[in-house]
């Protein structure tokens, strides 16, 4: 798809410029391809430029990180986000796989980065909020994780209401749901291609009851968030490079648990909805029938080194002594 795109601006179906691509029965998000196109289009098709775009998503989801800390903890802690996050074996394994998920952390990334400019106010409110919108946009479009967990996060702006004015929300949430246009129309022409995926993977089944299929989506929910299987373990399947292997370090959990207590201590808008942002990331995945899987969750290693950023603050404010028990 992505060569095609770059030779004539259609899929290998012969649509022009699609939403999503039709793949043996299945709709794929097409970002990933259109990304791929201006590559194919240079150096030809193969994987080591399909590999190389997506290493390329992953360096810019490190910068995004950094940029981040940056912006609200000044250089030093910037710098040690994005070492963070450049060393979370997670971001690392998502960023050499030429799949659609490739660019899944970039995007939530890029959402934290626009919901961070936004929340700060100032002039040219139109612009920022069709920058966050925008980003939420392109969160719901390039995995078929983000058609739930963007408008997730766009409800969860409502944590913003005592921050930002209401003007200012709502045309976030207008902003958000103009780039939903295409996806309403592709979904209008196109019933079942938005949902097949989720037929396909989901765990509810005929018969089963409201209450049953609650309780079973929130056991699986708290499965998939538990830290602490992602410092000791990891996910199993075959994309996986080195299998079972632990996915997040250790460090940078702990930096993120410390940030929490930090969140909950100063109630700060933006950092609450980090928090948020992480609660949510694993219920998509939570109404499918695998565990663990760590491409529906590929939010979830964006959020726990981005709420590192508060832990590494606190850490900063230690004295010198116990600066240094700290980092033994």
């Known amino acids: 798809n992505g060569y095609t795109i770059a030779h004539g601006l259609h899929d290998q179906s012969g649509a022009l410029l699609p939403v999503f691509f039709p793949s043996f029965g299945d709709y794929k998000s097409a970002a990933f391809s259109y ?17 190389a775009v997506a290493a390329g998503l992953g360096l810019a989801t ?53 919901a961070d400019v936004w929340a700060r106010g100032g002039r040219h409110l139109f ?32 944590l913003f209401v005592r921050r ?21 129309l592709y979904r209008l022409r196109h019933p079942s291609g938005i949902t097949a995926r989720y037929h396909e993977t989901a765990f509810p089944m005929q018969g089963m009851s ?24 990891g996910d199993r399947k075959p994309y996986v490079d080195i299998w079972g292997a632990p996915q997040l370090l250790a460090v940078v959990a702990v930096l993120a648990a410390v940030g929490v207590v930090e969140i909950c201590r100063r109630r700060d808008r933006f950092w609450l909805y980090v928090l948020a942002a992480y ?24 959020c726990v080194v981005v709420l590192a950023i508060p832990g590494l603050e606190a850490v900063a404010r230690l004295r010198r002594p116990a600066m240094v028990v700290a980092a033994c």
């Open 35 to 51: 990304a791929l196109a201006p590559a194919f289009a240079v150096f030809g098709p193969s994987v080591g430029v399909a590999r």
């Open 62 to 114: 490190v910068l995004l990180v950094g940029l981040l800390g940056y912006r609200r903890a000044g250089p030093w802690i910037g710098l040690a986000a994005a070492v963070g996050a450049g060393l979370t074996p997670w971001l690392f394994q998502l960023g050499r796989l030429a799949f659609d998920t490739s660019a899944f952390p970039f995007a939530v990334a890029l959402v934290f980065l626009a």
């Open 127 to 158: 612009l920022r909020s069709a920058a966050l919108g925008g980003s939420l946009g392109f969160l719901t479009y390039v995995y078929s994780a983000g058609r739930l967990f963007g408008p997730l996060l766009a409800a969860a702006l409502v």
């Open 164 to 184: 930002v004015p209401w003007r200012a929300l709502a045309a976030a949430w207008l902003a958000y749901a103009v780039f939903l246009i295409p996806l309403a």
């Open 210 to 233: 409201l209450p049953g299929i609650a309780g079973h989506a929130f056991v699986n929910y708290l499965h998939d968030l538990n830290p602490w299987h992602w410092v000791v373990s």
């Open 279 to 302: 609660l949510l990331s694993a219920v998509p995945a939570s109404l499918t029938i695998d565990r663990h899987h760590s491409l529906r969750l590929a939010a979830m290693p964006v």
